[in-house]
């Protein structure tokens, strides 16, 4: 019961991205002087769900464990993503993102496979993920480099 409510808790963490993130397009528009609040705040919510997820891994001793692995994958694939979108903006970046999308949906589908309940948490991953890379190949097209 206690693993369960972690990774819920987890996923929760996650989810905060969304409010988080409506509160950095009000920064980043009306008042951008405070966008750096918006940076800190997000970067200090992915390492706490990073730290609780490898606390969930070594805690965890069913197959629920791959969900917290699956959400582990998703950070560091989403990390990866918000360094291109910030201060790392180079081109190979691009391509260390993709290497990290592959292994994440790698991750993902052996999830699907050996998870019996939060089945959902993988399918929406690999949904984000999918969003995440269809915007990172447009713009290596846009960038003029090719695919």
């Not at 903006?89 to 949906?105: E, N, Q």
Request: aromatic residues 18%; without cysteine.
């Amino acid at each position: 019961m206690r693993e369960t409510s972690n990774l819920k808790l987890n996923v929760y963490l996650l989810l905060a991205i969304i409010p988080l993130s409506a509160l950095g397009y009000y920064f980043a528009v009306q008042k951008e002087e405070l966008f750096f609040l918006y940076e800190w705040l997000l970067a200090a919510l992915v390492i706490v769900s990073v730290l609780l997820s490898i606390k969930n891994i070594v805690s965890i001793k069913n197959e629920q464990k791959w969900i917290a692995v699956s959400i582990l994958a998703f950070l560091l694939q989403f990390s990866v993503f918000g360094l291109f979108l910030g201060p790392l903006t180079h081109f190979w970046v691009i391509y260390l993102y993709y290497v990290v999308a592959v292994l994440s949906v790698a991750i993902f589908i052996i999830t699907m496979g050996k998870s019996k309940r939060l089945k959902m948490v993988p399918i929406v991953f690999t949904i984000l993920t999918a969003l995440f890379t269809f915007y990172m190949l447009f713009l290596n097209a846009m960038w003029g480099n090719g695919f």
